[in-house]
């Protein structure tokens, strides 16, 4: 089972930040988190992930809570091909297990002119 | 760098059929996965290989499902006497990865059998 909590979907405007959420308070020292995204249609994309600080990319920024059991992905002036369903998702850094990917339903985005 | 491939993009089936997916992934990428996306939902794991080796496969993997990855290079998921709920969006995705590093799967586009 996904070891994380995401709101269903969400609306955001052309042009200002969209901001979602994702809760995982069960997240272990010794793990992961990644975003994904898949738009419709084609397989998903990944955006960024972190362990506990705070990345950047040039897709996207990751703000990790201090304890870990949240975090929100920032997509600070999104498009409408941003227009998604997003995926946070905890992962197992080490000891090596393989590094499947354990998706929940994702938060999906619609990016509105 | 073309990306991983999937052939076919999409495959309509009777039941009772046999189906073969191919997965090409990036070349350099000693990882590969395979997933299973239904309608609505996210992707489930089925299956990894690290190079030729098949290390893990997922209660969801039957018996009437196989795959190979016989050189560490492309792979095929093949389906045996399909039903009707195996229809579904089969995804492969590789990534390169050591003893000191993970990194990010890249997927392909996707297989969508239809099983009629």
């Known amino acids: 089972d996904a070891k994380t909590t995401q709101p269903p979907s969400m609306d955001c405007a052309e042009g200002r930040a969209a901001n979602l959420p994702c809760n995982h308070s069960?997240?272990?020292?010794?793990?992961?988190v990644y975003w994904y995204r898949q738009i419709h249609s084609q397989g998903p994309q990944y955006i960024i992930h972190g362990l506990k600080n705070n990345e950047t990319n040039e897709m996207a920024s990751l703000i990790i809570t201090e304890d870990r059991k949240s975090s929100t992905l920032i997509l600070p002036h999104a498009t409408l091909r941003d227009t998604a369903v997003y995926y946070c998702i905890v992962r197992v850094a080490w000891p090596d297990q393989g590094g499947k990917l354990i998706f929940g339903q994702g938060t999906e985005l619609s990016v509105k002119p | 760098d073309t990306g991983v491939s999937q052939n076919p993009r999409h495959k309509i089936t009777k039941r009772g059929q046999n189906v073969t997916f191919r997965c090409d992934p990036i070349s350099e990428h000693n990882r590969l996965y395979w997933y299973r996306q239904t309608l609505g939902q996210g992707p489930e794991f089925l299956t990894y290989f690290q190079n030729e080796a098949q290390l893990e496969k997922s209660r969801l993997l039957s018996d009437r499902f196989s795959a190979e990855r016989p050189k560490g290079s492309f792979s095929t998921l093949e389906i045996q006497r399909t039903e009707q709920g195996d229809s579904a969006m089969y995804l492969c995705a590789s990534s390169y990865s050591s003893s000191s590093s993970y990194n990010e799967q890249f997927f392909g586009p996707g297989t969508r059998l239809t099983v009629l």
């Open positions: 069960t997240i272990s020292g010794n793990e992961y």
